[in-house]
């Protein structure tokens, strides 16, 4: 009977502390200070916690290099941009306002 | 009356070309990370913001509401990309099983990277789309639980539950793959 409870209260801590692990091993001060004790005493006392948040500490770092080596253009081409002002212009004008306007009477 | 409401297509056009500026980048670092096409991510990033144009009715400024909201447009039409891409590849498998002279199909620049980025990326794609979206989310665009919520349209805590495991998933994954 004992060990039932003492297994339920430690179910429990662990559910409590669980969402924020993660929060804990990619961006620790996105966590309140409560919240980063709350985790850091329980991955002191729960092996299994612990070991999954080396592991997702690892995964994070991976990505993070990663993504260091990754490069991606950080502007639109130039003809996707002028396509997309020159479509909304259309849309934008009188003529077509009025058009969308008769289209959702009818509708 | 001709002049003032030219004035006013002059202003709202300017103010989407500034949101267009503002997150042009972080849409494209988004999608490209779903998609792994530059190509593929350019367009959808492009029919995001005319989503934008068409259905946003409040103002066209920066704002957390917006950000969401192109994440979360942009997020449905590279699932959308993705599905076709998989019917498109379903059929030039079947093509390729029925004629000798198959050429593969081209999928425009692909997105190259180095081999221990691939693995990482690899496994990732292993992962469902929700669990790549939550990761991607949280650590590359490095967003809060909450802004995670407003994009996906889950709970607070189930971001939490469900980044959790996901991470422990990659982990898994990339020790597989020995990336680990």
Request: glycine share 2%; hydrophobic share 35%; charged share 30%.
């Amino acid at each position: 009977m004992k060990k039932c409870r003492k297994r339920k209260i430690l179910k429990q801590a662990c559910r409590t502390a669980l969402p924020l692990i993660a929060d804990y091993a990619c961006s620790p001060g996105r966590l309140s200070p409560a919240q980063r004790r709350l985790v850091k005493r329980h991955l002191e006392t729960c092996r299994n916690c612990s070991k999954t948040a080396e592991e997702i500490q690892y995964a994070v770092r991976i990505l993070r290099s990663a993504a260091a080596m990754t490069s991606i253009p950080t502007r639109l081409t130039a003809d996707r941009r002028q396509h997309i002002l020159k479509l909304c212009e259309i849309l934008h004008s009188p003529d077509s306002q009025r058009r969308m306007k008769t289209c959702r009477k009818k509708a | 009356m001709d002049t003032k409401h030219e004035d006013q297509n002059a202003v709202k056009l300017a103010a989407f070309d500034a949101l267009v500026s503002e997150y042009e980048g972080v849409l494209l670092r988004y999608v490209t990370r779903i998609v792994r096409s530059h190509d593929a991510a350019q367009d959808i990033v492009q029919d995001a913001f005319i989503k934008l144009f068409q259905g946003w009715e409040g103002e066209l400024r920066p704002s957390s509401e917006i950000s969401s909201w192109l994440y979360r447009v942009a997020h449905n039409c590279a699932v959308d990309y993705l599905r076709k891409e998989t019917r498109r590849t379903l059929l030039h498998n079947r093509h390729a099983e029925e004629s000798d002279d198959f050429i593969h199909p081209n999928r425009g620049e692909a997105f190259r990277l180095n081999e221990s980025a691939e693995n990482a990326a690899a496994a990732l794609h292993k992962l469902s789309l929700r669990d790549q979206q939550l990761i991607i989310l949280k650590i590359y665009e490095e967003k809060s639980y909450k802004e995670i919520s407003e994009i996906t349209g889950l709970s607070v805590g189930n971001v939490g539950y469900i980044l959790h495991y996901a991470l422990k998933k990659l982990a898994e994954e990339l020790k597989k793959s020995s990336a680990i």
